[in-house]
């Protein structure tokens, strides 16, 4: 500890270093602009990404989609946040081993769980909608797939940049495409 | 390190008082010319230090056994396990995966030529996967509820066992038939061969024929014949002698087409069924059941 309360030392005094503690959520790693940055790139998939964006790899928005994601299944009466748990982790694990194949400088895990957390975001939107109207029709279909190809699209787009494999996006984004898959036959079926 | 624990109650019983100068060196493990000094207080001589140099002699061989294995290990490891001997596998463009899954399905008659067989991972990967994720779909279309965990572990240990299976029986009898392919060839191979297995099973999801599996087996013979066809091509290019030949042909092609028969019966088939038991109008349906069931007993 930097200093005691109540103590009397000389070297430090409790108000002193209670104010130079750095803010609680910093100490946490949670960062509200880093945060709506990355999720303003999820949302705009045509926006080019900077290449350090990920370089930050928090988890903490990921977590929140992810308890959005399984709070809406809930709303539509599926009480499936061990499945949402069971897929991610597997396909995290999946893609970090793709990743690390494909690419020159490797990729941390913590990079891939932060950028397939934030791009879930297109999928609780869906499920979401899933409350109002169901996506067994024509509509939900529609809704589905182009809920799949944002999610996939966002996602190959953050790890090009992330790894500098421009000219592999495709292959990045299939992969990422049937995971998202996966989880959108969690919210249709 | 081991004299302390015959040292110490030594000490103790001698004297009640404890000098601090001599509890500071007693604890001290790791100075062995203290351990040698305390040989000669247990009072039986030359005895004690014999004792003292095999216990010091074992205790260095077995640590330098130790270490020369944890060091074997490591080496093997950093060999081996390492999974950075599979990069050059995944190092493929877009236009290449493409162009290999296209061709999967276009036999070509062997000739003396070899036929080309690609060292690659990515994209029988990634065909493995979507079969797997195509029967995860074909249940959840069925609309009946199984647990979801154990049907994906399903998914997955049926078509990780017969990718690897499956090529690890073809390597062994490629090796007794002096076949020029090598395992991660026919990984290659068999991989994208399960192309045409994925393009039945969605298919056979979409256009949902309750009754009929004349749909099914005119994609079997279909998709599923072009692309054994293409294998066995493949393998035909690359052996000689004629038993050897039909040997290797006939097992590749008697267990894809076989695979693609148990994805259907033992999946589709079984999904289907649930699915009618479990709907409205049971007693409509039963007669169909019953009649599905001995048309099947029939064409098997």
Known sequence: ?189 | MADRGQSWPTQQDESAIIDLGDVNDRDDGSDYETDMSRGPTDGSGKGSLEEDVRKRLTDNVTQMVWNAGTQQAKRAWSLYGNIDILRPYFNVEPHEVRTRLLQSFLPRMPSSEKQRAYRELYGPLMVVFTLIALLLFQMKAAEHKVEEGTLMGTAFGVCFTYWWGTAALMWFLSYVCNAHITSIQLLSLLGYGLAGHCVVILLGTLIHTSHDHLFFYLLWAVFGGLSTLKMVGVILSRTHGKSQRLILSCTIAAIHLLFLLYLHFAYHQIVEDLSRVLDSDPVVKQPEVVNNVRTVSKDS
């Open chain 1, 1 to 189: 500890m930097s200093g005691e309360f109540g103590g009397n030392d000389g070297f430090y005094s409790s108000s002193d270093s209670y104010e130079d503690e750095p803010p609680l959520l910093e100490e946490l790693g949670i960062n509200f602009d880093h945060i709506t940055q990355k999720t303003l790139a999820v949302l705009n998939p045509f926006k080019a990404a900077e290449h350090d964006m990920m370089q930050d790899t928090d988890l903490a928005g990921p977590l929140v989609f992810c308890l959005a994601f399984g709070g809406s299944l809930m709303l539509c009466g599926k009480l499936q946040f061990g499945y949402i748990y069971g897929i991610g982790v597997v396909g995290c694990m999946a893609m970090y081993f793709l990743l690390n194949m494909m690419s020159l400088t490797g990729v941390s895990v913590g990079c891939v769980v932060s950028v397939l957390g934030y791009c879930l975001l297109p999928m609780v939107i869906l499920s979401s909608s899933a409350v109002l109207l169901s996506l067994k029709g024509m509509i939900g279909i529609v809704l589905t797939v182009l809920a799949v190809v944002w999610c996939s699209f966002s996602s190959s787009k953050l790890f090009v940049s992330a790894l500098s494999m421009e000219n592999q996006q495709p292959l990045v984004a299939y992969p990422c495409g049937l995971v998202y898959g996966v989880f959108a036959l969690l919210t249709v079926f």
